[in-house]
């Protein structure tokens, strides 16, 4: 992660600005900034590390409606923040992290068949996927078209569609921690978190008004 978009940098942003944040967007950014922050302490450990930059998203874009609707999935809940995330991105600064950084961990992340949803529905003997590998190389052909158009919420999309397969893997018990097996993913899933949620968080941050959900989750005291 870049230390001047990490933790100290961000932290120091919420504490000046908190004081006029609407009350859903103080919790949102403070969850946030402290599970970047606590992903900066797993050097040597990205398993760890990728798992609490995920919570670190959780915290930045989950609503009550993605838990309340049965209708609900996280493909459309990441569109519908991405499509927000972007137009405030007035600076260009996601599509400038990903084309810096698109010839490492994002490119190896989009050709790992690892990290593709098809791919282990297939090997778990899920009819329909027989055919997964054709599926596999359109999809590389969908994004690589979008990056060439800088078409940054599809970009996102795919990215993040590969993240949340990793996710699943490693929470789900699918892993076994610091595994060779799976390395290389999630070195690279840990490292992609790892600069664009601070750019997130940030943005967030520069637009606190926008409407940005009611964090599901909020702080109950209970008096009982």
């Not at 003997?125 to 055919?131: A, K």
């Not at 990793?166 to 993913?185: I, K, P």
């Not at 967030?204 to 964090?215: A, H, Q, T």
Request: overall charge neutral.
């Amino acid at each position: 992660m870049d230390g001047s978009h990490g933790f100290s940098s961000l932290k120091s942003k919420q504490r000046a600005l908190r004081d006029h944040f609407p009350e859903p967007m103080k919790l949102r950014t403070h969850r946030a900034i402290s599970w970047i922050k606590r992903s900066e302490m797993c050097e040597g450990d990205d398993d760890a590390k990728f798992i609490f930059l995920w919570i670190a998203f959780n915290s930045a874009y989950a609503d009550e409606i993605r838990f309340k609707d049965n209708n609900s999935t996280e493909r459309r809940s990441f569109k519908t923040y991405f499509k927000k995330i972007v137009d405030l991105d007035i600076d260009h600064r996601i599509s400038n992290a990903l084309w810096k950084r698109f010839s490492g961990p994002v490119r190896l992340l989009m050709e790992s068949p690892y990290t593709f949803k098809d791919f282990w529905q297939y090997h778990n003997g899920v009819s329909g996927f027989e055919n997964w590998r054709n599926s596999f190389v359109n999809d590389k052909k969908k994004f690589i078209t979008a990056f060439e158009r800088n078409e940054n919420v599809k970009v996102l999309v795919h990215v993040f569609d590969r993240l949340y397969t990793l996710r699943n893997q490693l929470v789900h018990g699918g892993s076994t921690w610091n595994s060779h097996v799976n390395r290389t993913q999630v070195k690279d899933g840990a490292e992609i978190l790892g600069f664009l949620l601070p750019i997130f968080v940030d943005l967030m941050m520069d637009n606190p008004e926008d409407d940005w959900g009611m964090p599901f989750f909020p702080v109950v005291e209970d008096n009982a």
